[in-house]
């Protein structure tokens, strides 16, 4: 399994942006598909957004299209999700998570390394 740690959460107004970021270590990073989920309080884990190795192949969730890029640098091991527009509703903490095929899922048991957590505030 990889082991991966986010960054780059905190407050931010509405409107407002972000950058997470995703380390990954422990296996061969760049050869895996990889995602973004989020969780509320009191809420599922839901999905992001998820690409394969080489950004040939990139999903999101409907509520972030048009507002939040996936991307990733291989040859850093490091995921990232750009997050612009930020709205009240994407509070959450977000959690980079890797699977151990190169394909794209937004289902959170195909994913079997997960990161601890960022969490992201919104105020409106």
């Known amino acids: 399994q990889a082991h991966l740690v986010e960054s780059g959460g905190g407050l931010v107004q509405a409107g407002g942006s972000l950058r997470l970021a995703c380390a990954a270590s422990?296996?061969?990073?760049?050869?895996?598909?990889m995602g973004w989920f989020r969780q509320s309080p009191g809420k599922e884990r839901e999905f992001v957004a998820a690409?394969?190795?080489?950004?040939?192949?990139?999903d999101y969730a409907d509520p972030v299209k048009g507002r939040f890029t996936i991307s990733r640098d291989n040859a850093k091991n490091a995921l990232y999700l750009q997050m612009n527009g930020l709205k009240p509703e994407d509070t959450a903490v977000y959690y980079c998570?890797?699977?151990?095929?190169?394909?794209?899922?937004?289902?959170?048991?195909?994913?079997?390394?997960w990161g601890q957590g960022t969490q992201v505030t919104v105020s409106s």
């Open positions: 998570a890797a699977r151990s095929i190169n394909v794209v899922s937004n289902i959170p048991t195909d994913f079997n390394s």
């Open positions: 422990g296996r061969t990073f760049s050869r895996y598909a």
């Open positions: 690409t394969t190795w080489g950004l040939t192949i990139t």
